[in-house]
């Protein structure tokens, strides 16, 4: 993607949590002022996106947005709550053992900085230029009196993340990095380069928390439907990766993954709790490595 656009990949995930949220059993596993953020994102996206905040309103588009998307891309919706939720709960368990400093990579439209910031932790989010932009003056707009995360414009591979860190960040406090939803859109040279500077910058071992899409385990359809769907919008998949190779590439820099959950996993934790009988994307993961 282009450092001077919106990541409309970003948007939509912004888009489908609030779609999805509507609905009140996955309403029900987020505190409200998880809600009323993605009401207020939503809300606040530059057009066409910003008209979603009203259209999904109605159940009856809700219901024809769902049917659309599971027959493309079965698991797509779903993955998004999911990642939303297993993130949360992964990061909070993080902040109870003592992380004070939290790094969100690609941060997109993402809660989780903002909320750690009303609690006090040292907060960063990466992105591009112009979505640096687009999210200074959301918090700007939206939450005035409120602390906001430290927003840092940063291009990979042009900008040097190594630098980024060293400007801006205590290399000496615990350190919880965020990638949700970032590495797949960088060639695997620069996803190396950033576990490299993850691995080395800080004087305790950070903890990393992050998505993965294993497309090789996609029906050939899918992997299709996918990268498509992300070329359509200016964006393109560059880091295909089997979960095994991620694995590898991760000790090489010195993570061990902690915790991981598989599609499979994320079913079963999610189906009772959100009364869904919805898929969950095959080939998606959320990990913890330290
Ligand atoms: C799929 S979005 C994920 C957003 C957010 N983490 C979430 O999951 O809601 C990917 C994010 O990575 C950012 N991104 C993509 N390529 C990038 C690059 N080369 N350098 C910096 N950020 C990039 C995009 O701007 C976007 O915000």
Redesign the pocket.
Known sequence: ?K?DQI?Q??AF??IKFYGLTKIDSYRSIFNNSIIHFYENLVKSLPAPFKFYHFWLKFSWIRYLYIWGEELLLPGDLLHVVA?KWYIQKIAQQFVEKGYTQLV???????HLAFHYCQQGLSCFE???PY?SVLKRRFFIDNYPDQPHPRIIQ????EDDIGIMFDRHLDPDKKTLIVA???F???EPE?VADSLNELNNFFSHKPALIS?HFALDELPLFHQKVFEISVRLVG?KLQFHTSMDDLNTMLSEHGFQISQLYDAEDIRIDLSDKLSTTLPVLGGFYVFSAI
């Open positions: 993607m450092s990541s990949t970003a995930v912004a990642r969100v990579l690609g941060a997109g439209f993402d990466f992105d591009t979505m940063t291009y990979l591979p949700e939803g970032f797949d859109y960088l620069t998505t964006e």
